[in-house]
């Protein structure tokens, strides 16, 4: 394919403005990637979390801390800001935990949150 000599340089041209546009989407996906992994991590602790504190023996500390412990073996960059919540009543044991993700994009905070509930068990007498 010939070209004019009023073209040359074009492809340089279209180079330069393409690149950083695909560079900035691949970030993008990746992001997404990092976030959702993030919001996987979170809502699997909450329910590791759920199930420590909801057995008879448990306690809202003792759910905190599992969920402390599950997402710092999965996500170290994401146990520095992870914040975890447990409350557990007669009826119903609940964890919450919330952290960000790692960022690619500078300026993009990203938060995620898991929430997990589950029955308190408890010791019924025959009646």
């Given amino acids: 394919m010939a070209r004019r000599a009023d073209e040359r340089g074009d492809a340089t ?8 546009v695909l560079l900035f989407l691949i970030m993008v996906v990746i992001q997404a990637g990092l976030w959702f992994h993030g919001a996987q ?48 009543s007669d009826e119903v044991t609940r964890v919450v935990v919330s952290g960000r993700v790692q960022q690619l994009i500078p300026g993009l905070p990203l938060t995620v949150r898991g929430i997990a509930e589950s029955p308190t068990e408890r010791f019924r007498e025959d009646r």
Avoid: C, K, N, Y
């Avoid at 041209?13 to 950083?20: D, G, M, N, W, Y």
């Avoid at 809202?60 to 447990?86: H, I, N, Q, Y």
């Fill in 13 to 20: 041209v279209e180079t330069v403005l393409a690149v950083p």
């Fill in 41 to 88: 991590i979170v809502e699997a602790a909450a329910q590791e979390g759920a199930l420590a504190g909801r057995v008879e023996t448990g306690s809202p500390a003792a759910a905190e801390e599992r969920a402390r412990e599950f997402v710092t073996r999965l996500s170290p960059s994401m146990a520095s800001t992870a914040e975890v919540d447990a409350s557990r």
